[in-house]
């Protein structure tokens, strides 16, 4: 176990903006109130301990830990030897993709893409509209591509809580953050997407595993490291998944070495555990959220609340006459006013010691044109603040789930666009989770681009194999 000391130091040398302002006692009042997005090594070595009995709880899958650790029933990644053509169709978070890919012993030698927008109404209007919706788009990039004729598998990544029976078999549990669609809680989306192909199209294109989105970047992330064992998405929600070995499951039937669980962490910090964390503002964020009190841990690292957590703080100086004169523009006072993107930017600026990105943000897209050199200085230092406390709550994860895996060499793939376009966050995890394993794995992070589509792709070639065998 790292000393405390370590840990301080490791999250001193990422401080990087100072805060400064004209007035020091308006400066001693903002560093009070933000005080509570400091974490402390104390708050994070007591939240790992209940985030670790939680992991061994939950491979006991008898109710009484947060995590679903669910089967994904993948026991494999690929061997280099699959060949042949496979769909994967990728619904998670705001995005949706239809993918061709083209395997060759193990390497994707052709890939077509085509990515669609699903409307609000299509979100959350019947269930059965959301699947047609799908079909509708498959059908139609299969004529484009010129195998509607053909007999094609998919690999069909669904990036919602479920209950997994089986690689081509899955019940959703719960929808969270932007889909709340009637009449699909409870049922098999596997059947659900079979059926709406078949009623709106002549394709045949049978659904062969169902996955969420971080077991398809986990095989992603194999064919770009084989030490791959872990992955991570980072995007608009947040979750990981991870090669757990079957000896440790209790009551598992069956001659497997390992198979690849998805912890669905995003409940962890529901009902008042980890408490220890939370802030006012991150208890205002949930409450206002389309999902208030689950999901409450994806709340704390999900891109899709990152923004509106800063918001939530800017709102609160505001009132408080310490930032903006005490005034409010109307695109703050919009609750999507403050984009997740617009921290990226401003930790840009804190890498550069400039206030450009900062500036601009504030005047052009906040509408605060009378913002000061202080207001500045203070966004700059709310930034830094949410973005190191993020890191290190997603690294008191992983290092927690590396630390049961016991090896000596450990590459992480990930997707998402936090991970994806944050400057800073590859160099925060590194080092905090190197930092809290006390440095007994090597680790490695790397971009796993498009994960979940390519990687459901992959998934589809190793259920086919799989098939084959049983």
């Not at 049922?187 to 997407?193: E, G, R, S, Y």
């Not at 409450?287 to 957590?309: C, D, R």
């Not at 890498?351 to 605060?368: A, M, S």
Request: with cysteine; proline share 3%.
């Amino acid at each position: 176990m790292p000393e405390l000391i370590d840990v301080e130091k490791a999250i001193k040398r990422h401080k990087l903006t100072q805060l400064k302002l004209s007035d020091p006692e308006k400066e001693n009042k903002v560093r009070d109130i933000l005080s509570c997005l400091d974490l402390t090594p104390d708050q994070i070595f007591a939240v790992a301990k209940i985030f670790s009995d939680f992991l061994v709880k939950g491979l006991r899958y008898d109710g009484t830990s947060p995590f679903n650790m669910q089967n994904t029933f993948v026991f494999q990644g690929l061997k280099g030897n699959e060949s042949g053509t496979y769909f994967a169709l990728d619904l998670g978070g705001t995005n949706f993709r239809v993918l061709l890919v083209e395997l060759k012993n193990g390497q994707i030698v052709r890939e077509e893409v085509s990515n669609y927008d699903v409307p609000d109404h299509i979100r959350v209007g019947p269930g059965v509209d959301l699947f047609e919706f799908l079909a509708k788009n498959l059908a139609e990039f299969a004529k484009k591509h010129g195998v509607d004729k053909e007999k094609i598998p998919l690999g069909f990544t669904f990036s919602f809580p479920t209950v997994q029976s089986a690689l081509d078999s899955s019940c959703l549990q719960t929808w969270i953050g932007l889909y709340n669609a009637s009449g699909v809680v409870g049922q098999d989306v596997v059947k659900m997407l079979n059926e709406a192909i078949r009623k709106v199209s002549d394709l045949d294109v049978p659904v062969v595993a169902v996955l969420n989105d971080t077991a398809g970047v986990l095989i992603r992330g194999s064919l770009i490291d084989s030490d791959t064992a872990i992955s991570l998405i980072l995007g608009t929600g947040s979750n990981a998944c991870y090669f757990e070995k079957t000896e440790c499951i209790p009551n598992w039937k069956g001659e497997e070495k390992e198979v690849i669980l998805n912890i669905e962490w995003g409940p962890f910090s529901d009902n008042g555990r980890a408490d220890i964390v939370k802030t006012k503002y991150d208890h205002l964020v949930d409450k206002e959220s389309l999902h208030p009190n689950v999901f409450s841990f994806e709340k704390l690292v999900g891109g899709e609340f990152f923004g509106k957590l800063v918001r939530a703080v800017l709102l609160d100086l505001a009132n408080q006459g310490l930032v903006f004169d005490g005034r409010i523009s109307e695109n703050l006072e919009n609750s999507e006013g403050f984009q997740s993107s617009y921290i990226s930017e401003i930790e840009e600026d804190n890498l550069q010691n400039c206030t450009k990105n900062t500036k601009r943000i504030l005047v052009n897209e906040l509408g605060i044109d009378w913002c000061s050199e202080d207001d500045i200085m203070v966004l700059k230092y709310i930034c830094e603040l949410v973005s190191i406390r993020m890191s290190l709550l997603i690294s008191m994860g992983l290092s927690e789930v590396i630390k049961r895996m016991d090896r000596k060499r450990i590459t992480i793939a990930v997707d998402g666009s936090v991970y994806k376009y944050h400057p800073r966050i590859h160099n925060y995890l590194m080092d905090f989770i190197s930092t809290l394993i006390d440095h007994k794995t090597e680790i490695k992070i790397i971009l796993a681009e498009d994960g979940s589509g390519l990687g459901a792709a992959c998934i589809a070639a190793i259920a086919c194999k799989q098939n084959k065998k049983s």
